[in-house]
């Protein structure tokens, strides 16, 4: 049994939702694109899983959130894919790929063939027992990283209203968690080996504040230490977590966000990896010969030519980007340069939502109010600003950080630069550019490739006033606009 196609996508998440929405702008026949996913549903934004999945009062459920909705365009429900002739194979895992024959082999048996291969298969929740702790098999032990789990997570925390949730891991799945628990009315207690939150990103000083936000939220903070094994009650469940530092913690559920890992078994042995993903060119092709192989979102390394050195990323921004900009170096090889991306996280807990952009690393510079209003932090090296961060932004003043950091304005003195604060990136977002840099916009004015941007010196002070002013009003609106 098999079935051919022109362009086969392996992997039905957020890459795979904002490809198929770029695939039908540039235009493809029906019969043509085939999705492949052992989900059971069409790709949906992720990230609600851990924010509005998760809420006790009208809490989001699909058809709700599947992609496009993240970014504002079409929600592509099941109808939206058969509307355009678009195969979507659900619930169906790809057993094997045989990249020479360009087939793929499936779960039912059925060999897919296609001329064009995106993978896009994302990343896996890494489980205790990769750490050498039994357990994750419990009824109320719960990851997130699918929609399965998200369910589990929302029937374990039904179950356990007012009593005790510890939260193994203190990344971005383990504050968000813990704020969603909270707001379940769910006494929770974090765990993590490191000194404070969020240690990939946050400096102390931010870390700090988020930390003291959750704290008088009531949740409970355990650092530098790990989780070394479960106290089980009669039924299996956990009913404690003893710590390495030999406390024990009574727990009613656990949550556990400790790292992901690309899922790129299917094609080792065949494609050249690097950083634990798929190694991409600047056009986002894997190194098989032909070229007709292409990888996007958390499952791909790529140049990130702001910094001159591969990522892998595990934000859902460089997803969305990376799937559509695949599509565009598929379907208008000549018109598309290289992907050239500045890379976007952010997050929203509780009332607080931040963003970063670029690159940390270099020396930190903090500014505005941490005592609980607007604040943020540049990063400088080199000379240069090479990373922007920013709590409590309006949409204008996120994007003056992203522009700036875009730019990577040269930086002569760090005093100033904390003076300035967010005056600075609105000041230099605002300065007309010498030479504006160069972007070519696909047939969708949301879906933009960015063929070239050059390194701009900037220096900034004569702007500070002007910035100072629109700063002052942007706060006033955002303020106004929060409490709406
Ligand atoms: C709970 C949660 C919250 C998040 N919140 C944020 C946030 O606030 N901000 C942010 O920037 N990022 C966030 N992220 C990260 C973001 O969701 C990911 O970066 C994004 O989903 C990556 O998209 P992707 O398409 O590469 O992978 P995924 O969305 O993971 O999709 C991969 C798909 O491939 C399927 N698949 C894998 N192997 C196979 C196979 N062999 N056969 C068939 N199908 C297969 C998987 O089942 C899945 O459907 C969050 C992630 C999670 C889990």
């Known amino acids: 049994m098999g079935r051919a196609f022109v362009y086969v996508i392996v992997g ?34 992720r990230p ?27 929600r592509q429900t099941p109808k939206w894919y058969k509307e355009r002739g678009i195969e979507l194979v659900l619930g169906t895992r790809v057993k094997s790929a045989d990249l020479k024959r360009n087939t793929l082999l499936t779960s039912t048996g059925e060999t897919i063939s296609y001329k064009f291969l995106i993978i896009a298969t994302g990343a896996r929740a890494l489980k205790l027992e990769e750490f050498g702790v039994k357990g994750s098999d419990a009824e109320n032990v719960c990851y997130l990283r699918d929609l399965a789990d998200a369910n589990r997570v929302v029937d ?3 179950s356990c209203t007012g009593g005790n949730a510890v939260v193994i891991g203190g990344g971005y799945i383990g504050m968000e968690c813990a704020a969603s628990l909270v707001i379940n009315k769910i006494n929770v207690t974090m765990v993590f080996p490191e000194a404070h939150c969020m240690a990939r990103l946050f400096t102390p000083e931010i870390a700090s504040f988020y930390e003291g936000y959750y704290e008088s939220k009531g949740v409970k903070f355990v650092k530098g230490t790990v989780l070394s094994s479960f106290e089980f009650d009669s039924n299996g469940k956990v009913a404690a977590v003893i710590l390495r530092d030999g406390n024990r913690l009574p727990a009613d559920m656990v949550v556990v966000g400790i790292g992901i890992r690309p899922n790129t078994t ?13 190694k991409v060119n600047g056009r986002l092709q894997a190194s098989n010969s032909n070229g007709s192989v292409y990888a996007v979102g958390d499952v791909a390394t790529f140049p990130v030519k702001l910094f001159g050195e591969t990522r892998r990323l595990e934000h859902v921004d460089s997803a ?91 930086i002569d003195d760090l005093a100033m630069l904390e003076t300035q604060g967010l005056g600075f990136a609105l000041a230099v977002s605002q300065r007309p550019s010498a030479s504006p840099p160069v972007e070519i916009s696909s047939s969708t004015a949301t879906s933009t490739v960015v063929l070239e941007r050059p390194v701009y010196v900037l220096h900034v002070t004569a702007g500070v006033l002007v910035a100072a002013a629109v700063s002052a009003f942007a706060y006033w609106y955002g303020r106004r606009r929060r409490r709406w």
């Open 12 to 45: 039905g998440g957020v890459a795979a939702g904002y490809a198929a929405l770029e695939f039908t702008k540039r235009g493809i026949s029906s019969g043509e694109l085939c999705i492949i996913s052992d989900e059971p549903v069409a790709p949906y934004e």
């Open 48 to 74: 609600a899983l851990s924010k509005g999945y998760l809420l006790p009062e009208a809490p989001a459920r699909l058809p709700s959130f599947h992609t496009c909705v993240g970014e504002n365009e079409e």
């Open 156 to 158: 374990v925390m039904q």
């Open 266 to 278: 299917l094609f080792e042995g065949q494609l050249a990896l690097e950083k634990g993903g798929i």
């Open 320 to 410: 969305r980007k990376s799937a559509r900009y695949a599509v565009a170096a598929i379907m208008d090889p000549e018109n598309t340069g290289e992907f050239d991306y500045l890379p976007f996280f952010y997050s929203r807990v509780f009332a607080l939502s931040w963003q970063f952009y670029g690159d940390i690393g270099g020396e930190v510079i903090h500014f505005g109010d941490f005592s609980g209003g607007k604040f943020g932090a540049y990063w400088v090296s080199n000379g240069h600003l090479v990373g922007s961060f920013l709590e409590g932004g309006t949409k204008e003043e996120y994007k003056a950080i992203s522009k700036a950091t875009r730019l990577k304005p040269a």
